[in-house]
């Protein structure tokens, strides 16, 4: 009887630790994380917001004032260097017309205008492997997915959205 006392405490205290082990290795990404650079505008690049509750919400490029999704949300993992991204909803645009965009504020000449945002639920949610390159430049903590280099904007979350 004494014996399955230890093993009992033993798997507990295995389990606490590796719940640790996990929640650490989750907080290394909490932050907003921005491709290309570390400065943000009045609108930012495309960038992923890591959550200390294993959620994510990564933002297309707001400089696109064309494309048709504009954000997805879900839940990640990391696991040595591999960070798994499982997608839950996108938001949409839909609708809309194209028109001429504004000289000296708008990127683009033709742009999107009159859509509606939606929210879709996405039917494969199938994990999604990336490996994490994780680097430091000029003082600024980053990572690389696949060709991607996303630099850490700001650590400081306030929620989900």
Known sequence: MIK???VVLIVLLSNALHATAQKSKRNKLVGIWQVGSAMAGNAMHSNYRFFSDGTFKYTFNQYDDRGRIMAAKGNY????DTLYLIIKTRTERIGGDLVGGSPGFQ???LVL???KM???KQKNQSPIPFVIKWFKKNGTRGFE???NK???VSANLHSGD
Do not use: H, R, S, T
Request: glycine content about 4%.
């Open 4 to 6: 399955f006392k230890y």
């Open 77 to 80: 993992k990391l696991k040595a």
């Open 107 to 109: 990127q683009e000449e």
């Open 113 to 115: 205008e009159g859509d």
């Open 118 to 120: 939606v929210e879709i």
């Open 145 to 147: 997915l696949q060709n």
């Open 150 to 152: 996303y630099y850490l």
